[in-house]
């Protein structure tokens, strides 16, 4: 084998291995954008079932101040 065929082999060789890695990081770069969009999806939930939380304990703390004081604010504020 001459010089020139082992320059051309190794230099093919590297080439393959530079397009395998792109290959390979173009198919990671996907997963993790596929699993960015759920995690993005969840914090979407989570924050709509923490304004959820907030406005059913403002109901509750309205419900109870009602039931002990007979706040009409209170009442009002719960749309009773």
């Known amino acids: 084998m001459s010089i020139k065929s082992k320059l051309y082999a190794g230099f093919g ?24 969009v759920k995690m993005n999806a969840l914090a979407e939930n989570t924050t709509r079932v923490l304004q959820i939380e907030h406005d059913l304990e403002q ?11 007979h706040d009409e604010a209170s009442a009002k504020e719960n749309g009773n």
């Open 59 to 69: 109901v509750r703390r309205s419900a109870l101040r009602f039931t002990y004081d």
């Open 13 to 36: 060789l590297l080439v393959l291995i530079a397009v395998a890695l792109a290959v390979y990081a173009i198919t990671e770069f996907n997963g993790i954008k596929a699993n960015v």
